[in-house]
């Protein structure tokens, strides 16, 4: 009844105007029904109408100038798509724009690999460009590799956790970039974790590559504020900054739901997975599994040093998994695939498996740290300190972070 109410009012002031002669020339206006003006009625109000969203790739008139007449280099993997589903690669490609290398992150250029799996330099079947890995024998390309290109571009999506290796990839393509005088282009995406800022602040004697930079595990950036402040904040070798351009989503806000349109990686298969990975991944560290080798991987934990329970799992090779921790034995744990969506870093589920577990000298391993990026997590929770205490801990990193962090926001 609204949307009719102002149609309405809109064509009796548009006839009002006619007949009073103010929209005709010369104020002359004749009584035949076959000179009345013609409305070419567009309603100014639309009740359900939704902005546009668009990643930064699907933004493509704000780059495609910047790669005319230019040779190409791109870092992506599978989540590179346009909103039709073209993979990134193939879209330029339609375009004319000259591709040199393709540049793969962990998992590869398919993002078929197991998570650590020495990924080697190869050819796209599709296209016969050279595919160049970021996660073999080196994780930064070499000067060789950059030969020739004018441009880079980076183009992955990112899951807003400080050990997904996505970003610390951006890292070292940044470095790369600045030291061989290349612009770099990254074109944004959501984070589907963006409105989490949480967890212990990296120490720097902890830095490796699933831990690069000072910032807490939920850092609540999308890939190109992220990219923005590493180079603002001066990480890369020696304080060098690359000649960085953002190319943003359109109608995007951090609070969104954005639901990813493929698999980030083999073993984040879906919402779920994704909301849970941080927490869960601190698992990763321990002698319990997080469903790899099953159908619910990041969505449930459980080891054959927990207590019996109803719920059990046995670990089996699979897509993204050819050898899965505990292979062909029966784990006992807890499954989360209905749980309500994380809001923060949840420790609960790690405190209760290393009290409950029959085996606590053996529950850590020395990658949990590099995972906390701190000593001091373990310690916490091997002394019985509570989850508020130990989130207290956190705050006055958080809080410094969060202001830091305001400075390279975009939305």
């Known amino acids: 009844m609204k949307y009719f109410s102002y149609t309405y009012l809109l064509l009796l002031t548009l006839v009002v105007q006619s007949s009073c002669g103010s929209s005709t020339k010369n104020n002359q206006y004749s009584s035949s029904t076959d000179s009345l003006p013609k409305i070419h009625f567009q309603p100014f109000f639309r009740p ?8 930064g790739a699907d933004n493509y008139e704000k780059y495609i100038s910047l790669l005319e007449n230019k040779t190409t280099g791109i870092v992506t993997n599978q989540t590179g798509i346009l909103s039709d589903k073209t993979h990134f690669v ?48 080196n994780k930064k390309p070499k000067q060789e590799h950059l030969a020739g290109i004018d441009i880079m571009i980076f183009d992955l999506q990112d899951v807003g956790a400080r050990f997904y290796t996505y970003i610390s990839s951006l890292h070292y393509i940044m470095e790369a970039c600045a030291e061989n005088n290349i612009p770099l282009l990254v ?35 999308t890939i190109g504020e992220y990219a923005q402040m590493i180079n603002g904040k001066k990480w890369l070798k020696n304080g060098i900054q690359c000649k960085l351009t953002v190319i943003p989503c359109i109608n995007y806000n951090r609070k969104m739901n954005y639901s990813l349109p493929v698999k980030p990686s083999p073993n984040l298969p879906n919402d779920q997975a994704v909301n849970l990975y941080a927490s869960l991944c601190l ?28 719920f059990s799992f046995i670990p089996k090779p699979n897509f993204g998994a050819q050898n899965p921790v505990y292979n062909g034995v029966k784990c006992y744990g807890e499954d989360l695939s209905t749980h309500t969506k994380v809001s923060k870093l949840e420790l609960k589920w790690l405190i209760q498996a290393y009290q409950s577990t029959t085996e606590k000298s053996k529950f850590f ?33 958080l809080i410094e972070f969060k202001a830091m962090r305001m400075k390279y926001l975009i939305y």
């Not at 790899?292 to 329970?309: A, C, V």
Request: glycine fraction near 12%; hydrophobic fraction near 30%; aromatic fraction near 10%.
């Open 187 to 221: 074109l944004d995406r959501p984070n589907p974790n963006g409105s989490i800022v949480d967890g212990p602040i990296l120490e720097p004697e902890f830095t490796s590559f699933v831990g690069m930079h000072p910032i807490p595990l939920f850092h609540g950036m």
């Open 283 to 310: 698992f990763e560290g321990t002698n319990v599994s997080v469903g790899r080798g099953t159908e619910k991987q990041f969505q449930i934990y459980g080891s054959p040093y927990l207590p019996k329970s109803d």
């Open 90 to 137: 193939d879209f330029l490609l339609s375009k004319n724009i000259n591709v040199q290398t393709i540049f793969a992150p962990e998992h590869g250029f398919r993002g078929t690999a197991d998570a650590g799996e020495h990924v080697v330099d190869g050819k796209d079947s599709k296209t016969g460009l050279p595919i160049i890995s970021l996660y073999g024998d």
């Open 365 to 397: 391993n020395p990658f949990f740290t590099k995972l906390a990026g701190t000593k001091k997590l373990q310690q916490q929770i091997e002394n019985g300190i509570s989850e508020n205490e130990i989130r207290k801990s956190w705050q006055k990193g």
């Open 48 to 55: 359900h109408q939704i902005p546009i969203f668009k990643t």
